[in-house]
Structure formats: C-alpha cells, structure tokens
C-alpha cells in the first residue's frame, strides 16, 4: 500500500518561498544581466551588429528579468503589468534595422531557459522538503514561461508596426534594393541604377554617419553633407542615401577618379557639426565593391565606437592605422579582452605599478628587447628596465613577444573590460 500524498503547500507559503527565491535572484541581478547579454549577444549574431545594440540589448534583458523577479516576489498578474520601456524600443531598434523577428523571439527563448536554470538553482539551494521543491520549480516555471509569451506577443506586435511604419516612411522599394544587394540576393548593377539612381560601375566611397544623439534634424544635416562631399569630390553625380535607423545613415558617394579622399577633407565638411560622426571605407567599384566597402564602413564604425583612442575622433577611416586589424578584434570584443586578460595576467590591471610595467614592455619590444635603449628611451637605467622585466611573472616572461606586444596593443584599444 502506497504511502499517502503529501499535501499541497499553503499559498501563503508558496508566495513567501517564491519570494525568497526572487530575492536570491534580485541580488545577483547585475550578473545575472551580462551573463544573459553575452549568452544573446554570441547566440543570435543578428542581434549585436554594433555596440549600441548591445547596449539597448542589455537594458532589454535588465528590464524583463527584473519584471519577472517583481513577479515572483509579490505576485503580480500579468494583467496588471506593463512592458519594459528597453524591451520596447529594443523591439522597434531591430525592426528599423530588418533584423527579422525570428531572431528576437529565438532570444527570448534563450533567456527563459538561461533564467529558469537560474531559478531551479536557486530553488535546489533552500532548505525545503523535497515534495516543496517540486511545486516551488513548477511555480517559478509557471511564472517565467507564462511572463515570456505574454511579452513576447507584445514586442511582437510592436516590430511588426514599427516594421510597417520604418517601411513606409523611408521608401520600401528604394531601401530593399540596396539591402537586397548588400545581401548578395542581386548582382544585377544596371537594374540597380535604374532603381536607385546610382551607378556602382564609377569609383564611389561608403561612409556611415551615426549621431550619439537620437535627433531629428540629423536627415537634414547628412543629406547637406554628402552632397559637399558630391561636390568636392567632383562627379557631378548625387550621393545614395539610406536612413538606417533614427541615429544613423548609410551613404554611397561617388568619386571622380582623379580624387583622393581624406579625413581632413571631411573633417573640414563636418565644420562645427560635433553631434555627427562619420566611417568611411577605401574607394571601391562594382557590385562587390559596393558590398565590401559597406562591411569595411561598418568595420571603422565599430573601431570608432570601441576603440579608446577612436572615441573623440570625428571621422575614423578604414585605411587610417591599424583600423582594420583592429576591427577584425572588435567582431568578438569579449573575446579578445579575455585574451588579453590570459596573455597579460596581472599587466592588465589598471593600477599605476601596472601601467608602468605595460609602458617599460611597449619600450623594450619596439627596441628589439635591447635594454640599453629602452633605458634611453623612458629615461631611466638600464638596471630600472632589468628589475621591471624581472619583476612580471615567469609566465609572461616566457610568452611570445609578438603575443605580447599584440596584447598591449588591444589593451591601449579596448581597456581591461569587464
């Protein structure tokens, strides 16, 4: 004869053993936050284009997961909620960037079980009977899956307007010609000129002008500039231009092949417009090119967004130094810091005694290791260099100088991180 069940938990219980979980979550929220937007982040790769989309995908996930946590501490209905602000405007930023709403629903899905792992961690971690530990996992599962179908109908929703509305409002057919090209789902150049008006067999450079500031009057101001930049660069022919999203645009402009372009040229264009910000690409020709000098716009974007010594800079060129090597880092930014974190070790802390050990190895490697010069170099003697070199742990001394030398490098573009 079978031992009787044990009888259901009193709600009042069930509400306070909830709250003790969501508490156990709440403290933990900042972590529980960049571990989340990694996961998405190195998931769904349509979802971290650039680092302004990493940051409202940040704040998206900050806003849910502390909505599901007030959920479960004072149980809250779904009805009498309202969306997170973040996860609304998140919604609207990738729909006005065509990222399809597959990928956001796939992120959702990812964070419900990322968060319902936590939540059955938590739960493992109480002091309670085992029949208790049942129905807490199924209630905080009950809570997560049914908080996740309800926001995720509702973002739903609000790309699929802001799609309609983003559409509409920039020109449809215009914009999905050149997105269409990008993709490499047309090769066809005359029948793109024929619907955009632009020729891609005459040299042309891409730019990407983004203002940090979400401004109305930006159109106006980008629109005036590429067309100076038309007429400096002397084609007689007008710039193409696609509004991306509310702070940033993309644009072709030709280039009379005589021409070489530079940043101060654009810099003087700009004049005392500080809001505005322009990548610019190598000069390209071709279906290809206009691909390829799209991507290398977007590369020195990100240099200029990541990039320590980019961030006041105006106007950042692919073909201004090490741009494009550092670029090909910034695709996998957490990555990359890691790894220096790994080659540097205790050089990539950001204390004084750090500093001075990262400024002593920049010297001694740009002087061929050689002591003496390095010594001239910071000023200092020789036997200074000899006790700072011996003063880093074995396993950095033994480590490539090339790894090195690349480390610090990434260090003085990137920062130690996070």
């Known amino acids: 004869m079978s031992a009787p069940a044990a009888p259901a938990m009193e709600p009042s219980e069930m509400r306070r ?10 403290i933990r929220l900042p972590g529980i936050v960049d571990e989340m937007t990694g996961l998405l982040a190195d998931s769904v790769t349509e979802l971290r284009p650039d680092p302004q989309l990493v940051e409202m995908l940040r704040a998206s996930v900050e806003g849910n997961v502390s909505t599901i946590c007030h959920i479960l501490a004072n149980d809250i209905a779904l009805s009498n909620l309202q969306p997170t602000t973040a996860a609304v405007e ?15 629903t796939r992120a959702y899905y990812l964070g419900q079980s990322m968060f319902l792992r936590l939540g059955i961690d938590a739960v493992e971690s109480m002091a309670v009977r085992e029949e208790e530990r049942i129905e807490l996992v199924r209630a905080v599962a009950d809570v997560v899956h049914r908080y996740i179908d309800w926001i995720l109908q509702y973002v739903s929703d609000v790309h699929e307007a802001e799609r309609r509305r983003w559409n509409g409002g920039r020109g449809a057919v215009f914009a999905s010609t050149v ?4 993709r490499g789902e ?4 005359a029948r793109f000129e024929r619907e955009t008006g632009f020729s891609v067999t005459s040299p042309f450079v891409a730019l990407i002008l983004w203002s940090d500031e979400d401004a109305s009057f930006l159109a106006p101001i980008v629109r005036s500039l590429t ?49 505005l910000r322009v990548a610019v690409a190598d000069l390209a020709t071709g279906v290809d090119g206009f691909r390829t000098s799209h991507r290398q716009a977007l590369d020195a974007r990100m240099v200029a967004l990541t990039s320590q010594p980019h961030h006041a800079e105006a106007v950042v060129r692919y073909a201004d130094p090490a741009v494009s090597l550092l670029a090909m880092f910034t695709r996998d930014l957490r990555t990359t810091r890691r790894w220096v974190q790994t080659v540097l070790g205790t050089l990539a802390r950001t204390d004084e005694n750090a500093r001075i050990l990262r400024d002593t190895y920049r010297a001694y490697y740009a002087a061929g290791a050689n002591v003496t010069q ?20 074995a396993a950095l001394q033994q480590r490539d100088p090339l790894e090195i030398s690349m480390a610090l490098r990434l260090f003085d573009a990137f920062g130690p991180g996070s």
């Open 17 to 26: 053993l909830l709250g003790d979980v969501a508490r156990q979550l709440d």
């Open 179 to 182: 997105h269409r090209l990008l």
């Open 186 to 189: 047309s090769n066809d150049a």
């Open 374 to 393: 390095t010594a001239l170099e910071l000023g200092i003697h020789r036997n200074t260099v000899r006790r700072r070199i011996a003063s880093t742990p």
């Open 227 to 275: 067309q100076r930049l038309a007429t400096r660069w002397r084609t007689g022919r007008a710039p193409l231009i696609v509004t991306e999203d509310p702070t940033t645009t993309w644009a072709w402009i030709p280039v009379a092949p005589s021409i070489a372009v530079s940043s101060e040229e654009i810099r003087n264009e700009l004049g005392s417009e500080q809001l």
């Open 90 to 104: 998140y919604a609207q930023r990738l729909a006005q960037r065509d990222v399809p709403i597959s990928a956001l």
